[in-house]
């Protein structure tokens, strides 16, 4: 592994997990384009991005999934259980289909799916806005359920094709369509980010029957940044939360997404300098921006 891998690394993991924390996702977004602009293949860097995101969000997830609540019409039951059951079927296929693209087309198709996924998800988050401080549950219908079940199926084969958490593709599911209020949301998507990330990315670690300590040490030095930068952004999730400004938090992982979008089109168009500079400004804003925001949330409360 290049010199380069060892700095950027843990800071990108730091950077990235700390968005994560913040927005109840993973970061598998920003980590899989940093990946391929290090010079790893699309599957390296897929599994990558799947496998760091394990070890930075599983403390926050075990302290937070009691209160999911697992009772009779709960969220945990309702929801968590067939949303997970339906991402961890379906992640263990991703591998594989990933593999065939890449050996038939590619790195574009993989590039592609992922402008097409961000793309979507900035403009859903732009059209829709979430339940603030309503912390009562919704009616929850065994229809919502099979809805759920559905909708892991499909998180969970993109999530270990493109080495995004899943988070990202099932929160808009829970503000926009079953209009969950944020307290549950956030924990909901963290449950399955762990859960996807494990599933999926255990597939990457063997290649033709041996393990592969590339992906893992890469995986594991981007992962040393993200345990300290996941607990951080959850704890100024909690701050700019409890000060008033949740339809912010929501609202404003739209123009990351944008930001996003453009790096990688860069990096598709073969523009790879470019690319690398507007990984590093993109990297620089955003933590400016949560640690900005947090400070001045806590001095200005709604």
């Not at 793309?119 to 979430?130: D, E, G, K, M």
């Not at 079940?149 to 080495?163: E, K, P, Q, R, W």
């Not at 944020?182 to 399955?192: C, D, G």
Request: include cysteine.
């Amino acid at each position: 592994m290049s010199l380069e891998l060892w700095i950027v690394g843990p800071l990108i993991g730091f950077i990235g997990m700390m968005s994560g924390g913040y927005w109840g996702v993973g970061c598998g977004w920003i980590v899989v384009p940093t990946m391929l602009i290090l010079g790893f293949s699309p599957f390296e860097a897929v599994g990558i991005g799947l496998l760091q995101m394990a070890p930075s969000t599983l403390p926050t997830v075990i302290r937070q999934f009691p209160e999911i609540g697992w009772g009779p019409g709960s969220a945990g039951r309702c929801l968590a259980l067939p949303l997970g059951t339906g991402a961890m079927l379906t992640s263990l296929a991703g591998k594989s289909i990933n593999a065939r693209l890449f050996d038939r087309f590619g790195a574009a198709p993989l590039s592609l799916m992922l402008c097409a996924v961000i793309l979507a998800i900035a403009v859903q988050t732009l059209c829709s806005r979430t339940r603030c401080y309503d912390d009562e549950l919704p009616p929850l219908t065994p229809r919502m359920g099979r809805i759920a079940f559905g909708t892991g199926l499909a998180t969970g084969l993109l999530s270990s094709m493109l080495g995004v958490g899943g988070g990202i593709l099932i929160r808009p599911l829970l503000t926009g369509g079953f209009k969950l209020p944020e307290y549950f949301t956030s924990r909901l998507v963290r449950l399955l980010v762990l859960l996807t990330t494990v599933t999926g990315g255990a597939t990457y670690l063997v290649q033709s029957g041996k393990f592969d300590r590339t992906i893992f040490l890469a995986s594991m030095l981007v992962a040393a940044g993200g345990m300290f930068g996941f607990p951080l952004g959850v704890k100024m999730h909690r701050i700019v939360y409890e000060a008033g400004y949740a339809q912010h938090i929501h609202k404003s992982f739209a123009f990351i997404a944008f930001a996003l979008l453009l790096n990688t089109v860069f990096n598709l168009a073969g523009l790879t300098a470019l690319s690398r500079v507007s990984m590093l400004l993109i990297g620089a804003g955003l933590t400016c921006y949560l640690a900005g925001f947090t400070l001045y949330a806590r001095r200005v409360r709604r």
